[in-house]
């Protein structure tokens, strides 16, 4: 079977997955992708071994930015073949869409003709800032999974627990999460793994929102006696890291992999566009989002 042909959508601000998420699939040109504007990448990639490391079932084929230079430069950086002029130019010439930009509130503007279309689309996380945008989004879908959301770090290897970690935990009682910079854009890399961690949570009893300068908390507890406090610490120096506390012992978790995060997340993507399958459930999508509206009300 050929590779899918994707196309790749961007830029916001401070978010340079145009660029890694182009490069896990087709590889990068080092000198070009020095120049991307996120040191980070470039580091992070170069100690990757490629075509091994990059995604074989699918390429990113088009790409399109609203300023074409900066469209160009991803084109370069990661060996994109064909720049759009407007986004709805993929239409089309892709098997799917991966909407790389992380400012939500554009999200159901640029997602809504590829949906009216059918094809399949990954919207960077997070999905929506309200469960209201989230539904209207869930709306247009042609077909079960045809939406995929999350945030990569739900895929993290290191922010998960094994079966004896769980075991030497006991019953999960609480859970603190924090990660840097700003609620909105960056809780959900704790939510989902948040949530992941503990299924079986039963229904959300009540939250209890402060903000104090930059940093934003949020405390919810749920019907089956688990309790959550996020953190989103503002310019503050911090991992993104999870403490788990059991009624036997506690744990951290630290996110520390990128790539293999990152790898994971839009592998999965391209399997549920391969088999048509549901890959991420309407349920569990907008009850993160739900957790992110309390924090910014």
Same mark, same amino acid.
């Given at each position: 079977m050929s590779p899918l042909r994707l196309g790749i959508l961007g830029l916001s601000p401070g978010n340079g997955h145009p660029y890694s998420w182009s490069a896990i699939f087709n590889g990068y040109n080092p000198a070009a992708m020095e120049g991307c504007g996120f040191p980070v990448i470039p580091r992070y990639l170069e100690k990757q071994k490629f075509p091994e490391d990059a995604i074989a079932e699918a390429k990113v084929t088009h790409v399109w930015s609203q300023?074409?230079?900066?469209?160009?430069?991803?084109?370069?950086?990661?060996?994109?073949?064909?720049?759009?002029? %407007?986004? &709805?130019?993929?239409?089309?010439?892709?098997?799917?869409?991966?909407?790389?930009?992380?400012?939500?509130?554009? %999200?159901?503007?640029?997602?809504?003709?590829?949906?009216?279309?059918?094809?399949?689309?990954?919207?960077?996380?997070?999905? =929506?800032?309200?469960?209201?945008?989230?539904?209207?989004?869930?709306? *247009?879908?042609?077909?079960p999974g045809q939406i995929f959301s999350c945030s990569a770090l739900k895929y993290a290897d290191e922010l998960k627990l094994s079966e004896a970690e769980y075991a030497r935990l006991g019953e999960i009682r609480h859970i603190h999460a924090t990660v840097p910079k700003q609620w909105d854009k960056y809780i959900i890399h704790a939510i989902e793994p948040l949530l992941s961690l503990v299924p079986q949570r039963g229904t959300l009893k009540r939250t209890q929102t402060w903000h104090?300068?930059?940093? &934003?908390?949020?405390?919810?507890?749920?019907?089956?006696?688990?309790?959550?406090?996020?953190?989103?610490?503002?310019?503050?120096? &911090?991992?993104?890291?999870?403490?788990?506390?059991?009624?036997?012992?506690?744990?951290? *978790?630290?996110?520390?992999?990128?790539?293999?995060?990152?790898? =994971?997340?839009? %592998?999965?993507?391209v399997q549920g566009v391969i088999h048509q399958d549901v890959r991420t459930s309407p349920e569990f999508l907008l009850e993160a989002v739900d957790l992110v509206e309390y924090g910014i009300i």
């Open positions: 300023d074409r230079s900066i469209a160009e430069h991803i084109a370069k950086a990661t060996m994109i073949e064909n720049v759009v002029d %407007h986004y &709805t130019d993929m239409v089309g010439n892709v098997d799917g869409i991966l909407l790389a930009r992380d400012d939500a509130e554009t %999200h159901y503007e640029f997602a809504a003709p590829f949906l009216e279309a059918g094809l399949p689309i990954y919207i960077d996380k997070p999905l =929506a800032l309200s469960k209201a945008d989230a539904s209207r989004m869930f709306n *247009l879908q042609r077909y104090e300068g930059e940093v &934003t908390s949020l405390a919810v507890s749920y019907s089956s006696g688990l309790q959550l406090l996020l953190t989103a610490l503002g310019s503050a120096s &911090t991992p993104i890291g999870i403490r788990v506390f059991g009624t036997s012992g506690w744990t951290d *978790l630290t996110f520390k992999d990128s790539f293999a995060a990152f790898k =994971a997340a839009l %592998h999965d993507f």
